[in-house]
């Protein structure tokens, strides 16, 4: 269920987590003569049937049973529990069976949805890859995945057509070269997003690997956070750009100087999207580097010991800090978890560079890291493969992946730029790509996805390459972020783009066809926005799956005609301000 936010207070300068008009925010549960299923208030006794399973088996064993029984039995031998629960934890979901159209979405059980098929979702914390990582990907995609590869706006990167049979040859590969699947999906604590510049950008505050990796090796795989009440989501930056989306983050370290105490980290929790989304808020609290770790550590645990878990949709850690606010919950951090104060902290300042280090830039060592666009984030086996071979042979071994479904390829020599960005352009990554192609992402979409009701990636990449030659004559001021979403869950973030399309049914011209719900002026805060926000709806606004671009270009033309240019208006600004028939 939404609820809808009919009155937001207004939020204070950089610390705000409710939402703008339009746009709908997490509330605590209403008073309720049943409980909640706290752990630490009502006891461990579960609630619901998906918590019954977990603690029979929170989904760690379940590898065991995928190496010795399904891999050899096949899909048809797989326990239904561990299929549609367990296999989750390690990173693996059933793809939707192809043919079944989105008006059947809601209709069908999840067996009836389902294909002998998985997708697999490849765990990359900070985004670090190497160039041997990324030939063993490219090399899974190919052998096994026809060819299937998506970089995700979580840092992860999802191959699709995997049989239970291959699995384990899967995970020897990949865990050969260091990377695995553990605990990429599922009710635990899920990939770790890093700055993808961390340790090589010229103005960066602090690196945050050795903070990502201590809780990589600490708590990933650990048993007694393999049972939380949903998914809890982590981001850490040390970069000004505040990269990591961290806004829409359970737990997020943004890197700060304290006049005092100096470099460390300013700690946000309570981020989340899907149906109703709510920004994150800062704590007031300043993380040393060294405390880093025992403070995600004890976030982790207020959610596993307090966060609901009779209702799925109520078991966001969102929901928790809507009850408690930002005082008490800094409070039970220390005292129940910590076992000592952390000082006052302040904000970081608004962020003065673009977050998704498309482009050429100078590295503190003088070499060079280049940020390349695929189209929301579709690559292949074959590309990955050719892209390996080209970052070796313009001298690097080091990529990275980005929360912008983008690239960064690390330590280019100088001489090398401009040779390795075409090589990247024939291959579809480009470094200096439209700025509608740049802030254009799209999750899985119907294509795969069993909760999708219409398709994006190949709607979106359609949109864009039509909009490039319609808009070819016009300057945009800035990036327009473009978000398209299967559904209502919002995996691409649709409620923080300037425009977000959100998947369902529409009525047009009396016709009901695929299409999308318009979110517009929505963002997190970056070098255009002082503060995060959602993007605002208007009644009525509707848009086929096939008119994409016509919408884009028509509000697009109207933006540009109708802008404050003294003012450096931006997209978001226009569309909070303007009248809803300059939108339609």
């Given amino acids: 269920m939404t609820i809808s936010d009919t009155e937001p207070r207004p939020a204070p300068r950089r610390e705000a987590a409710t939402t703008r008009p339009g746009g709908a925010t997490a509330r605590p549960p209403r008073p309720s003569s049943k409980p909640n299923g706290q752990w630490k208030i009502d006891g461990t006794t579960p609630l619901n049937g998906n918590e019954e399973w977990k603690q029979v088996d929170d989904g760690l064993s379940v590898r065991d049973r995928i190496e010795k029984i399904y891999s050899k039995g096949g899909f048809a031998s797989i326990d239904p529990t561990d299929l549609h629960g367990r296999f989750r934890v390690w990173g693996l979901y059933t793809q939707r069976k192809p043919g079944i159209d989105g008006g059947r979405t809601a209709t069908l059980e999840p067996h009836e949805l389902e294909d002998e098929y998985f997708m697999l979702r490849v765990r990359?914390?900070?985004?670090?890859?190497?160039?041997?990582?990324?030939?063993?990907?490219?090399?899974?995609?190919?052998d096994?995945?026809?060819?299937?590869?998506?970089?995700?706006?979580r840092?992860?990167?999802?191959l699709h057509w995997i049989r239970v049979e291959d699995v384990p040859e899967i995970w020897r590969r990949l865990e050969a070269v260091g990377l695995r699947t553990t605990e990429a999906c599922g009710d635990v604590p899920r990939v770790i997003l890093g700055s993808p510049v961390a340790g090589i950008a010229a103005d960066e505050l602090l690196d945050p690997t050795p903070q990502i990796d201590e809780i990589s090796e600490r708590f990933i795989g650990d048993p007694t956070l393999a049972n939380l009440p949903r998914k809890f989501k982590s981001a850490i930056t040390g970069h000004p750009s505040q990269d990591v989306v961290h806004e829409i983050n359970d737990v997020a370290f943004v890197a700060v100087e304290h006049p005092q105490l100096g470099l460390g980290y300013d700690l946000w929790v309570g981020g989340a999207l899907s149906t109703t989304p709510r920004l994150g808020e800062r704590l007031g609290a300043f993380v040393r580097p060294d405390q880093v770790a025992d403070a995600w550590?004890?976030?982790?645990?207020?959610?596993?010991?307090?966060g609901y878990r009779?209702?799925?949709?109520?078991?966001?850690?969102?929901?928790?800090?809507?009850?408690w606010g930002v005082e008490k919950f800094r409070q039970v951090l220390q005292d129940e978890y910590l076992g000592y104060a952390l000082p006052d902290g302040p904000a970081a300042p608004k962020p003065k560079s673009q977050g998704d280090?498309?482009?050429?830039?100078?590295?503190?060592?003088?070499?060079?890291?280049?940020?390349?666009?695929?189209?929301v984030g579709r690559v292949s086996g074959p590309t990955l493969a050719k892209l390996a071979e080209a970052i070796e042979k313009h001298g690097s071994t080091r990529l990275r992946t980005t929360p912008h479904q983008k690239l960064v390829i690390l330590d280019v020599p100088e001489e090398n730029v401009e040779p390795l960005i075409a090589e990247l352009d024939a291959l579809g990554l480009q470094a200096r790509p439209s700025l509608l192609r740049r802030g254009t992402i799209a999750c899985t979409g119907i294509e795969f996805c069993?909760?999708?009701?219409?398709?994006?990636?190949?709607n979106a990449t359609a949109a864009v390459l039509d909009l490039e030659e319609r808009l070819k004559s016009f300057e945009l001021p800035h990036p327009i972020s473009l978000h398209v979403n299967g559904c209502p869950n919002s995996c691409a973030r649709i409620q923080t783009a300037d425009i977000g399309l959100k998947g369902q049914l529409v009525t047009i011209d009396g016709e009901q066809v695929p299409g999308y719900q318009v979110h517009l002026g929505g963002g997190l805060a970056s070098q255009n926005r002082e503060d995060p926000g959602v993007g605002r709806t208007v009644r009525g606004l509707k848009v086929a799956a096939d008119?994409?671009?016509?919408?884009?270009?028509?509000?697009?033309?109207?933006?540009?005609?109708?802008?404050?240019?003294?003012?450096?208006?931006?997209?978001?600004?226009?569309?909070?301000?303007a009248e809803e028939e300059a939108l339609q």
């Fill in 124 to 142: 990359i914390d900070g985004g670090q890859l190497t160039t041997e990582q990324l030939r063993v990907i490219a090399g899974i995609s190919t």
């Fill in 144 to 153: 096994f995945g026809r060819d299937t590869a998506d970089i995700t706006d």
């Fill in 155 to 158: 840092q992860n990167i999802q």
């Fill in 297 to 306: 550590h004890g976030v982790t645990q207020i959610f596993r010991d307090y």
């Fill in 310 to 323: 009779r209702l799925r949709n109520k078991a966001r850690l969102k929901f928790l800090l809507a009850e």
């Fill in 357 to 375: 280090h498309v482009g050429v830039h100078r590295q503190k060592d003088g070499r060079f890291y280049i940020g390349v666009t695929p189209i």
């Fill in 450 to 458: 069993k909760l999708a009701i219409v398709e994006t990636k190949v």
């Fill in 547 to 577: 008119g994409i671009a016509d919408y884009v270009d028509r509000v697009v033309r109207r933006f540009l005609a109708d802008r404050d240019v003294a003012a450096d208006e931006t997209f978001a600004e226009w569309a909070h301000r």
